[in-house]
């Protein structure tokens, strides 16, 4: 189970997007609250059905004028259906005046009923996309999330490796930042990663010896970014001389980290001194890009060795 639903959380969190007012049908609190599974969100809401019987049930205009043109025991009888399930709550939408049928039904089966001007379909696209936020799985991973040439780029290693340091030097020379320190991510869709930041540390980053520093006041709105794809992890790391002598000169460190169950690709950069760390990441994210394309400069140089190989007096 993913956690609970209410009619009073769905108000709270749509409340910037749609006045929602509660008609009748109070929650009663000995009852349990509704738990949702996982793999529910994208079915939990809909305009009114009797067949999937979504546990947010939207009436719009249509499905109000098909309601009032039901024979009275028919509509009776499909009403008692529609609450006897004990939806999360039922919302009249469109403005419309709501039927005291309903109201009186709410009232008896204890089932929220909420009334909004804004259109259905608005409705249920607004309300899906919280759900969908709501119960999609998260991870919170220790690191930097950065939008770089356009490109989400998180940013890890071990603690005071100098990841917060390098993100403001990103950030300084036009990148911008998402989230520091605790990055959270959800599974979106099928391969698809968005990060952002937990609500506190917006804005915020913590370099050692500066303290807490506030990046919109510093460098403005535009070296910050509220959320991006992850495309790429690039992780710091400081190697022994064995470890460093024995890397890959041609290919790099690269391989994959499965976060949520989704493969993401990670370049390792070795920490030395003298290093300039910024660029580095600039150029990891280029060749990235390239590679996604189809580019592979390390197989293009290996093709261009065999060919002087082969012929020799090219």
């Given at each position: ?31 349990p609250?509704?738990?949702?599974k ?9 305009h ?25 025991n ?7 259906e529609i ?5 999360v ?13 309903l ?13 909004c ?19 999609s799985k ?15 780029v ?30 959270e ?6 391969g698809?990663l968005?990060?952002?930041?937990p ?10 010896g ?18 991006k ?9 400081r ?24 493969e ?18 600039e ?25 002087a ?6």
């Open positions: 189970m993913s956690g609970p639903l209410s009619a009073e959380s769905i108000i709270v969190n749509l409340s910037k997007q749609i006045e929602l007012e509660w008609i009748a049908g109070r929650e009663v609190p000995k009852l609250l509704h738990q949702v996982a793999s529910q969100h994208a079915t939990l809401i809909g009114l059905n009797l067949v999937h019987k979504n546990l947010i049930q939207v009436i719009g205009k249509t499905e109000c004028k098909y309601l009032l043109g039901l024979e009275v028919f509509r009776d009888d499909m009403l008692r609450f006897s399930v004990q939806p709550a039922i919302i009249m939408a469109d403005g419309i005046p709501v039927p005291d049928m109201i009186d039904h709410a009232n008896v089966y204890h089932t929220p009923l909420l009334s001007k804004t259109e259905s379909n608005k409705v249920v696209e607004i309300a899906r996309f919280y759900l969908h936020n709501k119960f998260k991870e919170v991973i220790h690191g930097v999330f950065m939008e770089v040439l356009g490109t989400g998180l940013i890890t290693g071990q603690s005071s490796i100098g990841k917060s340091e390098l993100a403001l030097a990103l950030i300084s020379r036009g990148h911008r930042l998402i989230a520091d320190d605790a990055p991510f959800t599974r979106i869709g099928p698809i968005d990060g952002k930041s609500g506190a540390l917006k804005d915020f980053i913590e370099v050692r500066l303290g807490v520093l506030n990046i919109r006041e510093m460098y403005g709105d535009n070296a910050l970014k509220r959320n794809y992850l495309r790429l992890i690039v992780h710091l790391q190697l022994s001389e064995k470890e460093y002598a024995q890397l890959d000169r041609l290919c790099g460190v690269r391989d994959l980290r499965t976060i949520l169950g989704i993401i690709p990670q370049v390792l950069i070795p920490i030395e001194p003298g290093r300039n760390l910024e660029v580095l990441v150029a990891a994210v280029r060749n990235h890009i390239l590679r996604f394309t189809g580019n592979d400069a390390t197989e293009q140089f290996i093709n261009l060795q065999q060919q190989i082969n012929n020799p007096s090219l």
